[in-house]
T-cell receptor, first 113, second 115 residues
Framework: GEDVEQSLFLSVREGDSSVINCTYT??????LYWYKQEPGAGLQLLTY?????DMKQDQRLTVLLNKKDKHLSLRIADTQTGDSAIYFC?????????????FGSGTRLSIRP | NAGVMQNPRHLVRRRGQEARLRCSPM?????VYWYRQLPEEGLKFMVY????????ESGMPKERFSAEFPKEGPSILRIQQVVRGDSAAYFC?????????????FGSGTRLTVV
């Protein structure tokens, strides 16, 4: 079956790194995503990783994928107050055609001064 | 190039009324997805549609909910005889027919309140 799990809350100090973890069950997952949702807004795609990769870096964001353990993480370097949001991990089996994306419950990131 | 447009942004309905939520996908996107987000919860998949076809409705409640994506016009999510438990944010997303490396583009959602 398809299931994506992540912890519900994370609190970090401003300037520290944030690491948000996620596990998924579908071994056929092809793409894994991180989305960000700010209060009252829709979801914004932050980054994605293809299943044959184990790391992807994009400015302050680093995604690590351990396919054997079906574990995905998002690291945000130098966390700022503007990073306060809910972060959703998601997975999709689709590659050559569109398919549904399964989302985790979201991790609410809060920043301490 | 406008993004995914959802309207209305906010919708208030009394118990027993009907709610109609509209979604216009991004230009060039032929696939539409509806998700529901209950307060303080994640997104739950409801239905996936192409023009004039329902591809996957495995997340749709069996009664009162229906969705369509006609040849012309927006996709519509229809909830008949709404109950308090239907209060949620309903998000629409769209994607092109091929490739998933950029995921979906989401609309800003319709927040349904049933009173």
């Amino acid at each position: 079956g398809e299931d994506v799990e992540q912890s519900l809350f994370l609190s970090v100090r401003e300037g520290d790194s944030s690491v948000i973890n996620c596990t998924y069950t579908d071994s056929s997952s092809t793409y894994l995503y991180w989305y960000k949702q700010e209060p009252g807004a829709g979801l914004q795609l932050l980054t994605y990783i293809f299943s044959n990769m184990d790391m992807k870096q994009d400015q302050r964001l680093t995604v690590l994928l351990n396919k054997k353990d079906k574990h995905l993480s998002l690291r945000i370097a130098d966390t700022q107050t503007g990073d306060s949001a809910i972060y959703f991990c998601a997975e999709s089996p689709g590659y050559s055609s569109a398919s549904k994306i399964i989302f985790g419950s979201g991790t609410r990131l809060s920043i301490r001064p | 190039n406008a993004g995914v447009m959802q309207n209305p942004r906010h919708l208030v309905r009394r118990r027993g009324q009907e709610a109609r939520l509209r979604c216009s996908p991004m230009k060039g996107h032929s696939h539409v997805y509806w998700y529901r987000q209950l307060p303080e919860e994640g997104l739950k998949f409801m239905v996936y549609l192409q023009k004039e076809n329902i591809i996957d409705e495995s997340g749709m409640p069996k009664e009162r909910f229906s969705a369509e994506f006609p040849k012309e016009g927006p996709s519509i999510l229809r909830i008949q005889q709404v109950v308090r438990g239907d209060s949620a944010a309903y998000f629409c997303a769209s994607s092109p027919p091929t490739r998933m490396d950029y995921g979906y583009t989401f609309g800003s959602g319709t927040r349904l309140t049933v009173v």
